[in-house]
């Protein structure tokens, strides 16, 4: 999977360099994911309806 541009951290990223975190990209057909210390390790992708509901789901236990 070629490496998306524009990655984004959550807001509850945490303190200082905000690095306690996952990072994720709106590709064409996938939302990838990544870890935000260790950006050049492995990347997982998903469906947008997929990582929708699991975003839906994190919310509702919260």
């Given at each position: 999977m070629t490496?998306?541009?524009q990655w984004r951290k959550s807001s509850f990223s945490g303190g200082g360099e905000g690095n306690d975190?996952?990072?994720i990209a709106n590709r064409h057909t996938r939302v990838a994911v990544r870890d935000s210390k260790a950006p050049a390790r492995a990347t997982l992708s998903f469906p947008p309806t997929t990582f929708a509901a699991f975003i839906e789901d994190l919310k509702t236990r919260r």
């Open positions: 490496t998306p541009s975190c996952v990072e």
